[in-house]
C-alpha cells in the first residue's frame, strides 16, 4: 500500500500523481489520508486515490505529536509501506516523527522518488546544491517527503473510483500545549503560484531601484517579484515570502526574469524548473546564462526600463 499525507489540499493532489505511478508499478493501492473534517476526499479520488481515508478528530489545528499518532494508526491499520508526505514545515515535523516510532528510515527534501530494481530510490540536492544524493531504504515503512512543485497535480478524472472510510484513532494526550500562534509577517506575495516572475538580486545598488523590478513585473500583468537570498536575507529589502532557492520558496512560473543575479546553484535550484528563463546580467561570464533560454548583456539600469517600455507598447 501507498499512502499519501500533507495537511495542504494543493501539495496532496501533487503527491498523489507520484503515488499513482509508485502504487501502480508496485501494483498497490493508493491511500490519502484526511486528518479532520472531509472536505476533499471525492476531489483525491478523481486524482488518483483508490481510498480517502479520514481520521476524525477533535482537534482544529496542527498538533505534532497527536497527528503524529493518528498518522501512525492509519498506517499500521492499512499496512502502508511506502509514505509519500509533503516537505512543508508540518509535513517535515510528521514524517520525522513518525520515523522515530516506526524506527524506520526517511529521506526528506526529495526531489525525484522512483523504483530501481524494485527499491524505492529517492533523490535530494545536498552540499548546498552541488551534489544529488541517490538514497534507498533498509527498513519499513519507507518514508519520503517531497517538496511542492516537484511534481505536478495529474488532470481530474472524475470516473476513477474510490473508497471513502472514515476512522476514529484514539490518541494520546501530548505532552505539550500550543498557546499563542503567530502568524509571519509577510507581504501577502505568493510567489510559488505565480505565472510570471520578475526577481532582483545583488547586481540593485538601492532598495528604490527594484521599482524597476516591480514595473516590469506590472506590465507583463504578472505583479509578481522576486529575489535571491541577500536582498531578502541580508540586505531585508523585500520580505522573504519573495525569496527564490534552496531555502526559499521553490518557483514554477511560466516566465522568469531574473535581473542582477549571478546564478549561483542555490538560486538556481529554487527557479530551474521555469518554463522560459530570461537573465539581465552585465557580466558575459555570469553563471545565470547557463541556467537561461534567453540572456541579456547589459547594464539593468539601462536594460530594465528599455524593456519595460517596448513590452509597454507592444501590449498596448
Ligand atoms: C546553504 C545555502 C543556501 C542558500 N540559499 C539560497 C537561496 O535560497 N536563494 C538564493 O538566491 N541564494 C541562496 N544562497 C546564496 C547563494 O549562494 C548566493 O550567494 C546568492 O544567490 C547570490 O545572490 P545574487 O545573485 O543576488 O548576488 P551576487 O552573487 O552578488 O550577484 C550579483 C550579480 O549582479 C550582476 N550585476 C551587478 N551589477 C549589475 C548591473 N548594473 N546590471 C546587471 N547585472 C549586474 C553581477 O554581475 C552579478 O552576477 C544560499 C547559500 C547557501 C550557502
Redesign the pocket.
Known amino acids: 500500500m501507498v499512502l499519501v499525507y500533507s495537511d495542504d489540499h494543493k501539495l496532496t493532489l501533487e503527491l498523489l500523481n507520484k503515488g499513482s505511478e509508485l502504487a501502480r508499478e508496485l501494483n498497490k493501492s493508493l491511500t490519502a489520508v484526511i486528518i479532520g473534517k472531509d472536505e476533499f476526499s471525492k476531489d483525491y479520488i478523481a486524482h488518483g486515490a483508490d481510498k480517502v481515508v479520514i481520521a476524525e478528530t477533535e482537534l482544529n489545528q496542527f498538533k505534532a505529536e497527536e497527528y503524529t499518532d493518528i498518522l501512525e494508526g492509519v498506517i499500521k491499520e492499512t499496512g502502508s509501506e511506502t509514505i509519500l508526505i509533503s516537505s512543508n514545515k508540518n509535513g517535515k515535523e510528521l514524517a520525522s516523527r513518525l520515523a522515530a516510532k516506526f524506527k524506520a528510515g526517511c529521506i526528506t527534501d526529495c526531489t525525484n522518488v522512483y523504483l530501481k530494481d524494485k527499491k524505492l530510490t529517492a533523490e535530494r540536492i545536498v552540499y548546498?546544491g552541488n551534489a544529488v544524493a541517490v538514497e534507498q531504504f533498509n527498513t519499513i515503512p519507507q518514508i519520503v517527503t517531497i517538496p511542492s512543485k516537484v511534481f505536478d497535480p495529474l488532470p481530474k478524472d472524475e470516473k476513477h473510483k474510490g473508497e471513502v472510510i472514515k476512522k476514529k484513532i484514539d490518541v494520546q494526550k501530548s505532552s505539550s500545549k500550543i498557546l499563542k500562534v503567530q502568524e509571519m509577517k509577510t507581504e501577502g506575495v505568493n510567489v510559488e503560484d505565480a505565472e510570471i516572475i520578475v526577481s532582483c538580486?545583488?547586481?540593485f545598488k538601492n532598495k528604490e531601484d527594484i521599482k524597476l523590478v516591480s514595473e516590469l513585473a506590472d506590465v507583463l500583468k504578472g505583479r509578481t517579484v522576486g529575489c535571491?537570498?541577500?536582498?531578502a536575507a541580508d540586505l531585508k529589502w523585500l520580505s522573504e515570502d519573495h525569496?527564490?532557492?534552496?531555502?526559499?520558496h521553490k518557483v514554477k512560473p511560466k516566465l522568469y526574469i531574473a535581473?542582477?543575479?549571478?546564478?549561483?546553484i542555490?538560486?538556481i535550484a529554487?527557479m530551474r524548473d521555469s518554463g522560459v528563463i530570461v537573465a539581465?546580467?552585465?557580466?558575459p561570464e555570469?553563471l545565470i546564462f547557463k541556467s537561461a533560454d534567453y540572456g541579456i548583456v547589459g547594464?539593468?539600469?539601462e536594460v530594465l526600463p528599455k524593456l519595460t517600455d517596448a513590452i509597454k507598447t507592444k501590449m498596448g
Do not use: F
Open positions: 548546498s538580486g545583488r547586481g535571491s537570498r541577500p536582498i525569496w527564490i532557492g534552496l531555502s526559499g535581473a542582477g543575479i549571478s546564478g549561483q542555490q538560486h529554487g539581465i546580467n552585465k557580466d555570469a547594464d539593468l539600469y
